[in-house]
T-cell receptor, first 116, second 111 residues
């Protein structure tokens, strides 16, 4: 079946512009995660959605970052007034279980964001 | 959160076994040990996970030390496609919303 998809695959923007990144999770998966990965680094957790519960925003680096998940499916990560340090690959993952330490996450291919 | 320590890089020859170590000396009794890998230009993919007992699946085996302070991911016959960064991650019941990825081990497979 279809995996997690993300769009666009690449985004180049100018400093100060807003960007929106989209994630389509695996159908039926209730949990959705956003991470970012700077060049040569490990993944950094950003935000987590589980069903209709309030999202866990504890990883968002600043108030310029926000995310929403409509209808418990598609999610959009928005970065306002982008800065050069926002340049990274933004990864989305979904899982079918309600979180939990044995949960397996399925990752999308990521969106490479470059802020000039 | 409990921290994991992995070697920065390892090399293997094709069709030979590979043992990727991970130290997690501060692991708690409820921490699960997860392994993911990330192939070049792709998102991470799940490999295996375990709690106390050794685990086997079609991709790999996970050997967990008796005191759980370390574990080893075993690839029985490395292929060129196994060249990736391998991440060892701990997840517990109290912090299950995210996975803390470290720098991982970059595995190079030589033909």
């Amino acid at each position: 079946g279809a995996g997690v998809s993300q769009s666009p695959s690449n985004k180049v923007t100018e400093k100060g512009k807003d960007v929106e990144l989209r994630c389509d999770p695996i159908s039926g998966h209730t949990a959705l995660y956003w991470y970012r990965q700077s060049l040569g680094q490990g993944l950094e957790f950003l935000i987590y959605f589980q069903g209709n519960s309030a999202p866990d925003k504890s990883g968002l680096p600043s108030d310029r970052f926000s995310a929403e998940r409509t209808g418990g499916s598609v999610s959009t990560l928005t970065i306002q007034r982008t800065q050069q340090e926002d340049s990274a690959v933004y990864l989305c993952a979904s899982s079918s279980r309600a979180g939990g330490p044995a949960d397996t996450q399925y990752f999308g291919p990521g969106t490479r964001l470059t802020v000039l | 959160d409990a921290k994991t320590t992995q070697p920065n890089s390892m090399e293997s020859n094709e069709e030979e076994p590979v043992h990727l170590p991970c130290n997690h000396s501060t692991i708690s009794g409820t921490d699960y040990i997860h392994w993911y890998r990330q192939l070049p230009s792709q998102g991470p993919e799940y490999v295996i996970h375990g709690l106390t007992s050794n685990v086997n699946n079609r991709m790999a085996s996970l050997a967990i030390a008796e005191d759980r302070k370390s574990s080893t991911l075993i690839l029985h016959r490395a292929t060129l496609r196994d060249a990736a960064v391998y991440y060892c991650i701990l997840r517990d019941v109290g912090n299950n919303n995210d996975m803390r990825f470290g720098a991982g081990t970059r595995l190079t497979v030589k033909p």
